[in-house]
T-cell receptor
Framework: KAGVTQTPRYLIKTRGQQVTLSCSPISGHRSVSWYQQTPGQGLQFLFEYFSETQRNKGNFPGRFSGRQFSNSRSEMNVSTLELGDSALYLC??????????FGPGTRLTVT | EDQVTQSPEALRLQEGESSSLNCSYTVSGLRGLFWYRQDPGKGPEFLFTLYSAGEEKEKERLKATLTKKESFLHITAPKPEDSATYLCAVPLYEEGAQKLVFGQGTRLTINP
């Protein structure tokens, strides 16, 4: 069974730009969660989607948004990028209330 | 506030030297605890789920245990390839949605 895939793997953007990251969950998994990982803050929850609906959201500004499609694939968008948005963005999929399986992440660098 | 704390932050061992990593939590109504392994530049790799106090799970040189307030990841006779950051996480459920609260991780280095 294929694992969680994320594209692109690496991105370099300039302050003020916006970025869209993509995540394809494990086949059959309908829940997709997004996390931000930085050396200082560790892994922090961004949001979770289930059946195209956002069910939960972490403490991040409105510049961070996401969506889920009918095939469970998910995208997250960050607008008006700031230097502090540089991080590893991780997507995880699960069978709802069970362990989450993570993708390899997208490394975003904002200059 | 729900919190997950891991100790030590970093641990350096010689190959074959057994030790334990700690994960303590302050969560009301615990509904499970997950352990993950993360290699540099990669996503966390799922290792174990523990659901109730007294439960134990094993995989190769790793054994995870759970009490009412903490979990331990015991590593027996480790090898250099066990070097990684080990993360524990607790699931929180809000209105049917699940989010994971992670500890800061223990960076484990096994020297040959």
């Amino acid at each position: 069974k294929a694992g969680v895939t994320q594209t692109p793997r690496y991105l370099i953007k300039t302050r003020g730009q916006q970025v869209t990251l993509s995540c394809s969950p494990i086949s059959g998994h309908r829940s997709v969660s997004w996390y931000q990982q930085t050396p200082g803050q560790g892994l922090q929850f961004l949001f979770e989607y289930f059946s195209e609906t956002q069910r939960n959201k972490g403490n991040f500004p409105g510049r961070f948004s996401g969506r889920q499609f009918s095939n469970s694939r998910s995208e997250m968008n960050v607008s008006t990028l700031e230097l502090g948005d540089s991080a590893l963005y991780l997507c995880a999929s699960s069978l709802s209330r069970y362990e989450q399986y993570f993708g390899p992440g997208t490394r975003l660098t904002v200059t | 506030e729900d919190q997950v704390t891991q100790s030590p932050e970093a641990l350096r061992l010689q190959e074959g030297e057994s030790s334990s990593l700690n994960c303590s939590y302050t969560v009301s109504g615990l509904r499970g605890l997950f352990w993950y392994r993360q290699d540099p530049g990669k996503g966390p790799e799922f290792l174990f789920t523990l659901y109730s106090a007294g439960e134990e799970k094993e995989k190769e040189r790793l054994k995870a245990t759970l009490t009412k307030k903490e979990s331990f990841l015991h590593i027996t006779a480790p090898k250099p390839e066990d070097s990684a950051t080990y993360l524990c996480a607790v699931p929180l459920y809000e209105e049917g949605a699940q989010k994971l609260v992670f500890g800061q991780g223990t960076r484990l280095t096994i020297n040959p």
